[in-house]
């Protein structure tokens, strides 16, 4: 009796506030989704790298990509010029005894990926770009992306076709960057206010930086090569309380305009992870000691 | 055309609108117009809440897929759509509403409309940007983007309301 007692109790108190419980349920739901997302997609059906989605915004952007053509046409261009210049038929020899020799000191360690933005957004708090390559044309999770003008971002979710790029208008991107020419280390961090600046954390405030100097990837990660531009210093202010400076940086892209990227994909990573996983992990008792 | 395929085709028009269209321009200011919560409010008087939840959880999803925020617009709208009867009683006429009416600019009248969607607005935009930011350090700038997104948003959802509805056939 006392068992029917409490079933109808159950019953009464789930009818009373059914509304309520519908709510809470339909919201743990979403934000459950939201917050893993966030740091991990287990799949890629509720990101626009699922082939429907893609597929759609791929139409969309047939028609919007012709806005910006002569602008990437012009940036492509410009591109073309610099790599050119850089080719020996281009180059006025100075010395007449050049010898050829046949190369064996370099190996190629990166090679890259064209492919298109399709979908991107840059005044969220989380910024995600989708592009049109995915796993057929060899894009895995965690590698590098970046443009003729700058970083990018990295590879957060890839289907057989699209991939989504995490940008680096999101919280944490932590990409490793170097201020020129004394070799600064810092990680890239964007604060969710202006898709022109970002702020590099953690760099010590008695070194000293000069405004407008270049900052590039670091490449320790083996997810960019390194030298790749990202910006240029903009202020150097102290922050109270901490031995750091909060440095401001201007993007060298800018990212409302991106269309053409590049995908890096770095030959020798397995083996960088191989070596760095025989590293053994810090154990508590060293860290209290 | 009867109510039930003409929500249909707004449900689907207004995803469109959403997803295609208003996610992808980019105004600056922290401006963000979301167009969506206008079909939660212009869904019929009597229908229940929670169905009206249900449907407001599937139209975020879908609008979320397409922007890569992984239920960010599902929890806001569903939050919407949770505070819509409470917002309409609390506004509403003492005899009730009238289920000929549709919850329109038109048949309900400017000082209702404004009223009442935008306090809903307001609910819904700052839930979004709470769970977006989520820092209370920031809260000022949460402030700022609810409020600067707010105003376009409502003002092109009453321009919308001109295109996409009819006053109802009521005496």
Known sequence: MINFAFMRNLIAFLRRFRIFLVFAFLQVISLLIYVQFLSFPRSQYLTTASNVTAKVLTWENDVTKHFDLSKNNWALQRENIRLRQRLPEFMYTLSTTKVKVEDTVFEQQYTYIPGEVINSSVTR?????????????????????????????????????????????????????????????????????????????????????????????????????????????????????????????????????????????????????????LIPPDKEEDLLQ | MSNLTKNIIRFIVFVILQALIFNQLEIGFGIHLMVHPLFIMLLPFEMGVISLMGLAFLMGIIIDIFSNTYGLHASSLVMMAYFRPIVFKFYGPREGYDPLKEPSVFDMGNRWFTLVFGYLLLIHHFWYFLVEIFQFNQFLFILQKTVFSIIPSFFICLLLQSFLIKKSKTK
């Open chain 1, 125 to 277: 708090r989380n910024n995600y770009f989708t592009l049109n390559i995915g796993s057929k044309q060899g894009v895995k999770r965690d590698m590098g992306v970046f443009s003729d003008k700058g970083v990018v971002g990295i590879v957060h979710n890839v289907s057989e076709h699209y991939c989504v790029v995490k940008s680096v208008l999101t919280e944490d991107i932590n990409i490793d960057v170097i201020i020129e020419p004394i070799h600064i280390e810092g990680i890239l961090k964007w604060d969710g206010h202006d898709a022109r600046r970002g702020s590099i954390d953690g760099i010590s405030n008695d070194l000293r930086i000069k405004k407008w100097s270049r900052v590039v990837t670091r490449g320790g990660s083996g997810i960019f090569p390194k030298g790749i531009p990202v910006g240029k210093v903009e202020s150097i202010k102290p922050i109270e309380g901490e031995s750091l400076w909060d440095v401001v940086i201007r993007y060298s892209e800018d990212y409302r305009t991106l269309q053409r990227v590049y995908v890096v994909k770095n030959l020798m990573i397995e083996e960088q992870k191989a070596l760095e996983g």
